[in-house]
């Protein structure tokens, strides 16, 4: 199984020998996890080291590919069709492998948390990429909708699997998934770690 995509692939890497543990354990079958991410990595950039350093992993011949990828394009505020371009890129370029697409689907994030740390120049291209884009400013709900519809259309579902974002995070913007930073994801942890202490990526 191979992870790529942005920075939550990247901080995953310290977490393959377990969730290879935890799908071996399901599946009775033998199972290696591979992630490979670069940290603020957009959908283009993402498509783009599947031929540079992505490369050697997919010569590999992984079974699945576990893609997370768009965060960073919504809060730049690239567009829905931009995110979804790419994507579709990615996933043409997958199935040409004959690798199953495994598409996490975008969930919320606190964006106001992201926005409050930008600075002035950030802030303001931020806000004139979303008018120019006519993209949300505070939600990343266009870019959800428009991978969505665009994955129907497609018709290719044997080579990918969906996972809506409501089916692998529970309440979807439970803080309890994220780091203090409020957008990258945490180990999980028990009810007697969260209150109090600083999350580990």
Known sequence: VLFIGDSWAAYHQAHD??????????????CVVKSI??????????????????KPFILEHPDYCIISVGINDAVAKMGADYYTSNYVNILDFLISQKIVSI??????VDYSAVYNRESFSAKFRH???????????????????????????????????YVEAQNWMPNNSAISFYCDDGIHLNAERSEERRVGKECRS
């Open 17 to 30: 020998s377990i969730l290879a543990t935890m799908i071996s354990s399901s599946t009775n079958k033998p």
């Open 37 to 54: 991410g670069n940290v603020g990595a957009k959908s283009k950039e993402v498509y783009e080291r599947l031929f540079s350093s992505t």
């Open 103 to 108: 598409v996490l689907d975008m969930p919320n």
């Open 127 to 161: 806000q004139l990429s979303s008018a120019i884009t006519r993209g949300d400013f505070y939600s990343f709900s266009s870019y959800r909708i428009a991978l969505s519809e665009t994955l129907n259309k497609l018709e290719k579902h044997d080579s990918i699997i």
